[in-house]
C-alpha cells in the first residue's frame, strides 16, 4: 500500500496520523487488509516479533493458506 500524503509505501510512511487513516478502514465493506491482533497495525507498520495476524474486517478471518 501506498500512502499518498507522504508519498511512501506504509513501511517507510512518516505521516502521524497513519495508524488513524488505518484503523478507520477496520470493518469497512469496500476494503480489507491484514493486520497483527497483537498491535492492531497493518501488516507493514507492524513491529511485533510474532504477529498475529488477522483481517481489519471482523468478520473475515485471516488465512494464509
Not at 504477529?51 to 493458506?65: G, K
Request: charged share 35%; aromatic share 10%.
Amino acid at each position: 500500500m501506498y500512502c499518498m500524503k507522504c508519498k511512501n509505501d506504509l513501511s517507510g510512511c512518516v505521516c502521524e496520523d497513519i495508524d488513524e487513516r488505518l484503523a478507520s478502514l477496520n470493518n469497512s465493506p469496500h476494503f480489507i487488509y491484514r493486520k497483527c491482533r497483537k498491535c492492531q497495525k497493518h501488516y507493514d507498520r507492524c513491529t511485533c516479533e510474532n504477529p498475529d495476524w488477522t483481517t481489519s474486517d471482523d468478520n473475515i478471518e485471516f488465512s494464509d493458506e
